[in-house]
């Protein structure tokens, strides 16, 4: 199948600007994120994945790791220059070439940058990224429909939502999550959404 896009798996991309540094993420560094585990427990209530003990979050990056050698995910972690630290992850997952699609998800930051303006300077690195350099037609989203303050976020940059899937996942603690589904596409990039986020960037 023919595909425009130009990613290349083994290619370590990082994204800057003034505010923020996404690099791919490495096994080692879970040493910046242990942090995060420990005593901000909070972060992890929506995630699909059970993260209560050091060794969780070791899995955790080890698996998004593997994905990236198996050319299905590519995952960054976040450097906040402002606060002069690592902050969160974030990866595209999904990640479909043939089809010119990806999804992008399993991002979180600390609290201490919630309502900084963070989020708005990755989505705008990461969107640009995808639908300019490599040449993505579609960018997913995905969040358990209880996140309302992920789904608010996402509707923030321009994400448009689609529906829900109902029961779609399995949780932690024995329970099934019903995922909301939103989504920007390349027309949408170019034609507001772009202008959108720059707007909020400059804000």
């Not at 606060?83 to 990806?102: A, H």
Request: proline share 3%.
């Amino acid at each position: 199948m023919s595909t425009n896009s130009q990613f290349d798996f083994t290619k370590d991309y990082v994204l800057e600007d003034e505010r923020v540094i996404l690099r791919p993420i490495t096994i080692s560094d879970a040493e910046q994120l242990v942090q995060y585990v420990q005593n901000e427990p909070e972060l992890w209530q929506f995630s699909l994945v059970a993260i209560q003990k050091p060794e969780d979050l070791k899995g955790y990056i080890e698996t998004a790791i593997q994905g990236r050698n198996d050319k299905n995910s590519y995952p960054f972690i976040v450097f906040d220059k402002t606060s002069n630290s690592y902050v969160g992850s974030t990866r595209f997952y999904d990640i479909q070439l043939g089809f010119e699609t990806t999804q992008l998800g399993y991002t979180w930051y600390s609290k201490k940058v919630w309502g900084t303006g963070l989020n708005q300077h990755c989505k705008y690195l990461l969107l640009q990224f995808a639908f300019e350099k490599m040449n993505f037609k579609r960018v997913e989203f995905r969040a358990d429909n209880n996140n309302k303050r992920s789904i608010a976020a996402m509707q923030k940059i321009g994400c448009t939502v689609e529906g829900v899937l109902r029961s779609h996942l399995p949780k932690p603690d024995g329970s099934r999550r019903d995922s909301i589904i939103l989504s920007i596409t390349k027309e949408e990039w170019d034609s507001s959404v772009k202008k959108v986020l720059q707007a909020q960037l400059s804000l």
